[in-house]
């Protein structure tokens, strides 16, 4: 078995970060963010770099979820037709 090719665009420098039993690899990237954010952020004491990976892993999410939905809206769409149709399918055994 070979040993995998070395990714270039992972900065190896960086230090790693463990989280939940995981290590992280950190990658150096380059934002344009507003003058008058930044100063702000900074006086408050707020890490833009946690910030802003905080803000990219909830776009993530999101647009995760919004593809999700629209490759499963056919199934969706069929399941609550069924269910409209027919009921639940074991609604008889349901204590509430």
Do not use: H
């Amino acid at each position: 078995m070979t040993s995998p090719k070395p990714n270039p665009d992972v900065d190896r420098t960086l230090p790693l970060r463990r989280s939940r039993g995981s290590v992280s690899l950190r990658k150096s990237t380059n934002i344009t963010l507003r003058l008058e954010l930044v100063e702000e952020a900074k006086a408050l004491g707020i890490n833009l770099s946690k910030a802003a990976e905080a803000g990219v892993a909830d776009a993530v999410a999101r647009k995760r979820a919004e593809r999700w939905l629209a490759d499963n809206r056919d199934a969706l769409e069929s399941s609550n037709a069924f269910v409209e149709r027919n009921g639940l399918p074991l609604a008889r055994y349901r204590n509430f």
